[in-house]
């Protein structure tokens, strides 16, 4: 009998167990998404079940989070962005999306999920606000289908260097990941998430967070470590491509035709804010905003100007400004 109850103690509801903080924080998402006015739904994409949220009416503006993280990282944001209808997805290997290591996860093959995800959705032309390696996979989508994005906002876009790259312009994440391998990004223990969110962000988001729901996110962090592993590795693969001249990134640049903006904290750790003075070197006429005393995340940090910047960004271009008004008001 005692030998039986160990065998159903082992066999299930220690699995259960180890689910259960998962189970906790997928129900969290849930709760969250409904807080803030979403519909949480799916999607088959590129072979990859894909959530998303979506909500509101008006202009579509499709929101694209980076690596180790997940569509929630935008809800602080929300409020600010009424006028639109929002589709929010986790990327593959990410939050409530498909998990398989077998995907491609380099840029290309991010991009052919995306290309997949929007045509599923019968999205069409959009607006795209995008982040870190969510940025670099938009751009990479804007400039093989322009017909298909009105406006990017990129934010701390990850990949973005001197080709060649001077080695002492980058930031201490990319560094040590480009000279010794070492992804500075996977945490060790629930302990070490600590270190990964301070170089994460400069000021941290959630200040209200009791203990146990900083070691939720702990543990859902580590949970997904491999496939956070693996789509960095993935973008180191595109970079060596680009360093290499594989990819030709001026070429890139020069093709992402649709109006571009690009916002960046000027405390970014993780990618570093030299990367907007490449970006100008090559678009002079890409505005670019540096956040004073802002991470690798306005979009947590500082989320009502990340809105209002990404706002009038697009209302600009859907109401331009009469040619000729400045000068009429001056005079």
Not at 2 to 10: G, H, P, Y
Not at 19 to 28: F, M, S
Not at 64 to 75: D, R
Not at 87 to 109: A, F, M, T, V, W
Request: aromatic letters at 10%; hydrophobic letters at 40%; one cysteine or more.
């Amino acid at each position: 009998m005692i030998t039986a109850t160990a065998f159903l103690i082992w066999a299930y509801l220690l699995p259960a167990l180890n689910e259960l903080p998962h189970t906790i924080y997928d129900r969290g998402q849930d709760l969250g998404a409904w807080m803030y006015g979403f519909n949480s739904r799916e999607v088959m994409a590129d072979g990859c079940l894909t959530r998303y949220l979506e909500r509101g009416e008006g202009p579509t503006l499709l929101m694209l989070h980076g690596v180790g993280v997940s569509k929630e990282v935008w809800l602080l944001m929300a409020p600010y962005l009424r006028n639109y209808r929002l589709i929010i997805p986790d990327l593959p290997g990410h939050g409530q999306s498909c998990r398989d290591l077998e995907r491609n996860y380099r840029l290309e093959g991010m991009t052919q999920w995306l290309e997949a995800f929007s045509s599923g959705l019968h999205l069409g032309s959009v607006h795209i606000a995008a982040h870190s390696v969510g940025a670099s996979i938009a751009g990479w989508y804007a400039a093989g289908l322009p017909e298909q994005v009105q406006t990017l906002t990129a934010i701390a876009p990850a990949g973005i260097e001197q080709v060649p790259a001077d080695i002492k312009k980058l930031s201490p994440f990319m560094h040590e990941l480009v000279t010794t391998g070492e992804n500075q990004l996977l945490a060790k223990d629930v302990t070490d998430f600590s270190r990964v969110m301070n170089m994460g962000v400069e000021k941290q988001p959630w200040p209200w967070m009791v203990w146990f729901g900083y070691r939720l996110l702990a543990w859902e962090y580590l949970r997904n470590q491999e496939y956070t592993d693996r789509a960095i590795q993935g973008m180191l693969e595109t970079r060596e491509d680009l360093q290499s001249g594989k990819i030709n990134s001026t070429g890139l640049f020069s093709d992402i035709t649709m109006p571009t903006q690009v916002i960046w904290g000027e405390r970014d750790a993780v990618m570093d804010v030299a990367g907007a003075d490449v970006i100008e070197s090559y678009r002079a006429d890409i505005p670019v905003h540096r956040l004073p005393g802002i991470g690798h995340g306005p979009m947590l940090e500082d989320a009502r100007q990340s809105a209002e910047l990404l706002d009038d960004f697009i209302q600009a271009y859907l109401y331009p400004a009469p040619e000729g008004s400045n000068d009429q008001e001056d005079d």
